[in-house]
């Protein structure tokens, strides 16, 4: 399994580090409170985030006025810690829920211009395919132009089924018709890929809500995942765009796109502090195999690494 956190990401560690072991300041005064502010501003920096931030910090001082805080892997174990409480106190099961009783699974992605989330469709139904599942991509996109060839090529690479529509019509339509041929051709998962909408649109934002309603009314119980897609490289705008869709659609679970090509992947964390949705999948390069389930574990390891 590939590294989640590549390059500068695994910086974050060496970061504290340096200001903990090497800082010429704190060897001489010792920690202080110039130096706890800039442990503050090293773990914003990573986009942890300020609760959490700020929880690191006061158990940092709280160890050092009593004495506890002597080695480099006492300041180690107390980030992880930090970390993964705030997984802790969520549902951590990555797992991606499933239709019951022989029904077309139905998943619905949503998420801002740009941020991956065709590229995503197309990983996982390529995942789908190899653990022997029929994904069918439906490409309720029909607001940008060529955005439905571009997930039908997907399809094609993958072997998946596909269905589309002509430019301007009725995404929800696309999304109730491409359940209509999932049910009569078996195909047992149904991908349906939203219009890329910025988080402001207040008319996409109402269009997309509609989607999720006639899922709803065409097979009970569905969908059975609304996925944000979030790019991981924007840092403090992927919470702003989560606070947004997360007022108008059930999200259900986070996917975490370009995560090995950011060195911020405290967002991770913020994101699941401030919301409490679990994150399902994680983008970990450009190739057709990378992505895959997220691990609160594996993360915190990751993050601290280097």
Known sequence: MSRLLKGEKASLWKRIRDWAFTDVGVLVRGIDESSLER?????????????????????????IRAGTLRTERDVHDTVAATILAVFSGIVRDTA?????????TVWVFAGVNGVGKTTTIGKLAHRLVRQGKRPLLAAADTFRAGAVDQLRIWADRVGAGFIGSRPGADPAAVAFDAIDSATKSGADTVLIDTAGRLHTQADLMTEIAKVERVIARRQPGAPHETLLVLDATVGQNAMAQARVFSRSLTVSGLVLAKLDSSARGGIVVALAEEFGIPVKLVGTGEQVDDLEPFDPDRFAREVLSG
């Open 39 to 63: 442990l503050e501003a090293i773990l914003l920096g990573a986009d942890l985030g300020v609760p959490v931030t700020l929880r690191i910090v006061e158990q940092i001082e709280t160890m």
């Open 96 to 104: 991606l829920q499933r239709a019951p009783g022989g029904l077309p």
